[in-house]
Every structure is written in C-alpha cells, then in structure tokens.
C-alpha cells in the first residue's frame, strides 16, 4: 500500500475544497465526535498530528490547550498558535507531555504509520490516550464507477491492528452510513477534486450523477490508552 500524495503546501486549495464541501452536506462531524470525547476524557493537553487548519481546534475553542504540529507550512501558518511545523514520525516535544494526541486522517500520508504511532506512545503520559481516525478502503462507493481511492498504509481496514502493535489494546468506533448528500453537479465534482481524484473523473461523475447524490460514507476511529508499567 501506497501513502497519500502530499499537496498541502503546493495546492493547499485542494485541501480547503474537500473540507468546505464536506463541512457544507454532511450530517455528522469528526471533529465535533472527536472533541466531544476528548472533553470527556477530561484531556487538558493535546497535540493534533495532521492538524491542517485547524478543524478540531475549532471545535476546542475554550477549555483545553490544543497544539497543532503539521509538516506542511501552509497549514501550520493557518492554525491558530500554538503550531508547529515538524513530522509526524520525529516529534519535538519531551516524553509523557500530553493527555491526548489525535491523528484525524493524517498517518495514510505516512509509508510506515507506526513510526508515527510509536512518538505518539511516547509524548503520551500514562493513562493518556491516542485518538487516530482512518478511511475505508471502500468509502463513498457510490464514485466507485468513475474513480476509486488507492489503498494506503492506513485504512480503517488494517488501522486497529497498527494501533494494537504499538499500543495494545485498542477500541473501535466505525461508521458506514450515508452521512453527506450533495446538492448539485459542482457538489459531486468538488468533493471528488477535494479527495484528489483526477479532473477528468470528477467532471465525468458531475455529468453523470443526477444530484441529490447520497455519499456513505465509511470509516473508523481507533483509541487506545497508554498503559505503562
Ligand atoms: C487529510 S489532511 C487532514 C487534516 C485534518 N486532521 C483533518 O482531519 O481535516 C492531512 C494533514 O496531515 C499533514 N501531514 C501529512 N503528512 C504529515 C507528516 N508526516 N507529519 C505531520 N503532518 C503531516 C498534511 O500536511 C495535512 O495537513
């Protein structure tokens, strides 16, 4: 499996276009799931892996003290401070500094995700707890005639068992449900060209498709606590 093309510094639009148009025609958010657990985690320090430009951030507005660390610079300068620019796989921060760290569709850019998984463990103090989400193989099957997402190194597939090799025992929350509906052709075209799927696919499936076109979508969200003896 391949990892995911990184574009965020050279097309940070392309990021910008997939998540407006999620934000706009989905029924459920991530971010929002994920904030409601961290909250009643009672987690006061987390670092967001992959924050881009802030989407959990902006969901944890009071309360805890989110750091977000991103290897692309264009998105590093649109998250609110503290960010930093840095890899996944090479964190700078000391052991045992944070409550929580997150990883919300990021560790499929990586070619071996548990190099990143292992820094996580390890900025995590005991009892702290990692939140890592991943995308089905077969997510939004309804495109599957005009494009289908490569496999990569992190899909929600296989994303349980890499957690369990680094953090052992993990829980799973996976959703399969048409969560997005888009409205109109410059719906389906754009929420293909946000999840990089080549032009000419997306303007095929804009003509094709007669809107409203449910997406369902699939997916999960692996958590697990550090234990440490
Ligand atoms: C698909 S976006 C997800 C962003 C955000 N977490 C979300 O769920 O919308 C992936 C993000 O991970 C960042 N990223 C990719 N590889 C990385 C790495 N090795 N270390 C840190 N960040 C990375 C990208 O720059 C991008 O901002």
């Known amino acids: 499996m391949g990892s995911v093309v990184f574009d965020y510094d050279s097309a940070p639009e392309r990021y910008r276009l997939g998540t407006a148009v999620a934000r706009a025609h989905s029924t459920a958010s991530l971010y929002a799931e994920v904030a409601t657990r961290l909250v009643s985690l009672g987690a006061r320090r987390i670092l967001d892996v992959g924050c881009a430009d802030g989407p959990l951030r902006s969901e944890l507005l009071a309360g805890p003290l989110v750091v977000g660390l991103d290897a692309a610079a264009a998105m590093v300068c649109a998250h609110p401070a503290p960010a930093v620019r840095a890899d996944a796989a090479r964190l700078p921060f000391v052991d045992a500094s944070f409550d929580a760290v997150t990883a919300l569709n990021v560790l499929y850019h990586l070619a071996d995700p548990r190099l990143a998984l292992r820094e996580a463990r390890r900025v995590l ?31 929600a597939e296989e994303a349980p068992s890499l957690v369990g090799e680094v953090f052992g025992c993990v829980a799973v929350h996976r959703w399969d449900a048409p969560l997005v509906t888009l409205p109109d052709a410059a719906a389906v075209r754009d929420y293909l060209l946000g999840r990089q799927a080549p032009p000419d696919a997306a303007a095929r499936a804009a003509e094709e498709l007669r809107p409203p076109v449910q997406v369902t979508k699939r997916g999960a969200l692996v958590i697990a606590a550090v234990t440490r003896a």
């Open 125 to 155: 103090r005991s009892g702290g707890t990692l939140l890592a989400s991943a995308i089905a193989r077969d997510d939004s099957p309804e495109f599957a005639r005009f494009w289908r997402r490569p496999g990569t190194s992190f899909d």
